[in-house]
């Protein structure tokens, strides 16, 4: 079975703070996603990487960045954290198609839920 | 711009009763089709896909779902709801960028 981990279930920051999320995948994917989910809002794609070093903007990028050292893990950086950003986080990760394509099934990791203060 | 359409908020059925949660998509292309689930305080799981082929796909504790081109709908269903159903379901179109659906939070009651 696919897992995929985050570093922690709940987080508390305050406004201003810089803030790291983590996410660990362990079957070698090459396709991994940050996501925040919104009552009503569904999930958006906040950023996506194919490779390592790679990374592609998703739908709501601003106030966020990542990074991808390693093949099995991404992390997510709020650079400066602000109240709109509490949230869920969730990350996911999928096999990679041809060209980087989007049409794998996700594996999701259990979520982080960020409050900021 | 793409979007996917989860037209209920909620769906309440009782137990045994068939399930059906919404789904339709505006999306170009021939977008891959997707269905997950969500339980309180976990991450999404998946349950079906559709990707060409027949227009039934079934899937994961006995969920299955239809796809209709010409409708642009793929809707999730079941023929005999379990109080352990309920949860919260999302539709995802993947063509050249990933869209979600709102949501469908669903109850079965006993």
New interface residues.
């Given amino acids: 079975d696919v897992k995929?981990t985050q570093s922690s279930?709940y987080l508390v920051k305050r406004t201003g703070e810089k803030v790291f999320l983590e996410c660990v995948q362990d079957m070698d994917h090459e396709n991994m996603?940050w996501y925040r989910q919104d009552p009503?809002?569904?999930?958006?794609?906040i950023y996506f990487s194919y490779d390592v070093k790679m990374k592609e903007k998703?739908?709501i990028p601003e106030g966020y960045s990542v990074s991808r050292e390693k093949k099995e893990r991404f992390s997510l950086i709020l650079e400066s954290a602000s109240t709109n950003q509490t949230s869920m986080y969730?990350c996911?990760s999928s096999l990679r198609g041809l060209a980087g394509d989007?049409?794998d099934?996700?594996?999701?990791?259990?979520?982080t839920r960020l409050t900021v203060l | 711009a793409q979007s996917?359409a989860?037209p209920e908020?909620q769906v309440n059925v009782a137990e045994g009763n068939p399930l059906t949660v919404k789904c339709t998509y505006s999306v170009s292309g021939n977008p891959?089709l997707?269905w997950?689930v969500q339980y309180p305080?976990?991450?999404?799981?998946?349950l079906l896909?559709y990707?060409t082929g027949d227009n039934l796909v079934k899937g994961s504790y006995g969920f299955e779902a239809e796809f209709n081109k010409s409708q642009t709908s793929f809707h999730l269903k079941k023929p005999s709801a379990l109080v352990s159903d309920s949860a919260l379901y999302?539709c995802l179109a993947?063509?050249?960028?990933?869209t979600?659906?709102?949501?469908t939070r669903v109850l079965v009651k006993p």
């Fill in positions: 995929v279930r996603f009503g809002l569904g999930l958006r794609l998703g739908d969730l996911a989007l049409h099934t996700q594996y999701f990791g259990p979520g | 996917v989860q908020d891959y997707f997950y305080n976990r991450g999404l799981q998946f896909k990707i999302f993947a063509g050249n960028k990933l979600f659906g709102g949501g």
